[in-house]
């Protein structure tokens, strides 16, 4: 296990923040494994879309920007000690929920 730093961009439209979290990870984790740790640990006002039936890189319903690259969360690995997690385009309902 290692510790790791996420910071997330959080918020609604016009009223947005950064919110940052220390997470214990273990090898094997992806990015949703993170979020999922930290919604039923820390904090379960943080919108995410998690999708249990998918989970398999399929629906593109979980992208997110990670470290200012467009990714999904479901398939991509924790690799870095320090993560800045945010929506992956500009048209947010909340936090890391996009239209």
């Not at 214990?24 to 943080?46: N, P, R």
């Not at 593109?60 to 924790?78: D, F, H, T």
Request: proline share 3%; charged share 25%; with cysteine.
């Amino acid at each position: 296990m290692k510790e790791i730093r996420v910071s997330i961009h959080r918020g609604t439209p016009g009223n947005g923040f950064i919110q940052n979290y220390t997470v214990e990870a273990s090898d094997g984790m992806s990015v949703m494994d993170v979020l999922k740790k930290i919604y039923m640990e820390q904090d379960q006002t943080l919108a995410y879309f998690s999708h249990e039936a998918c989970h398999q890189k399929a629906c593109g319903k979980c992208l997110i920007k990670l470290n200012g690259r467009v990714c999904l969360a479901c398939g991509e690995p924790v690799k870095d000690d320090v993560l800045e997690i945010a929506p992956w385009k500009d048209d947010i309902v909340r936090d890391l929920i996009c239209r």
